[in-house]
């Protein structure tokens, strides 16, 4: 892909650099997400490492559930579930205190959102506490908020 084909495709499908008010429809959506896909590993990428898989599953994660990415990526991976009443069906939960709204939030995830989960373990330590664990070790959450200031990943 050329450089002037490749911008002008970001600039098709990321309207938010041009004006963060603006929301993303489906058709848009979808090109980021087959962009994430195709080009996590290109020679010719300004980032020499490839897209791990866990950014690309919580990149999914967030376009699928809707979740606010600060909850989402400081779910921990004791609180997802198994949901008794339904096979292969998990429950991701959102204590008040990681809300916005402060209250309880149970979020149902069906097998193939699962899948999800599964996938941004691979190649990580499956020791990590997280949902969505890093390869890096930081010393804080990826993304400071008023809700994690002193979280700190292992």
Same mark, same amino acid.
């Given at each position: 892909? #050329?450089?002037?084909?490749?911008?002008?495709?970001?600039?098709?499908?990321?309207?938010?650099?041009?004006?963060?008010?603006?929301?993303?429809?489906?058709?848009?959506? +979808?090109?980021?997400?087959?962009?994430?896909?195709?080009?996590?590993?290109? /020679?010719?990428?300004?980032?020499?490492?490839?897209?791990?898989?866990?950014?690309?599953? +919580?990149?999914?994660?967030?376009?699928?559930?809707?979740?606010?990415?600060?909850?989402?990526? #400081?779910?921990?991976?004791?609180?997802?579930? #198994?949901?008794?009443?339904?096979?292969?069906?998990?429950?991701?939960?959102? /204590?008040?205190?990681?809300?916005?709204?402060?209250?309880?939030?149970?979020?149902?995830? /069906?097998?193939?959102?699962?899948?999800?989960?599964?996938?941004?373990?691979?190649?990580?330590? #499956?020791?990590?506490?997280?949902?969505?664990?890093?390869?890096?070790?930081? =010393?804080?959450? +990826? =993304?400071?908020?008023?809700?994690?200031?002193?979280?700190?990943? /292992?």
């Amino acid at each position: 892909m #050329s450089t002037d084909a490749f911008e002008d495709l970001n600039a098709a499908c990321c309207p938010i650099a041009r004006d963060a008010r603006l929301n993303l429809d489906l058709e848009q959506i +979808a090109r980021v997400l087959y962009i994430a896909e195709k080009h996590r590993d290109r /020679p010719d990428r300004l980032q020499a490492k490839p897209t791990t898989e866990a950014a690309l599953a +919580a990149l999914w994660w967030t376009v699928l559930t809707a979740q606010r990415t600060t909850a989402s990526m #400081s779910l921990l991976a004791s609180r997802v579930v #198994s949901d008794r009443d339904a096979r292969g069906w998990k429950i991701a939960a959102f /204590p008040a205190e990681d809300m916005k709204s402060k209250r309880y939030h149970a979020l149902p995830l /069906p097998p193939r959102v699962v899948l999800l989960l599964e996938r941004a373990r691979i190649g990580i330590d #499956s020791d990590s506490k997280w949902a969505f664990p890093s390869k890096k070790v930081r =010393r804080r959450v +990826a =993304r400071k908020s008023k809700t994690y200031p002193s979280m700190t990943r /292992p």
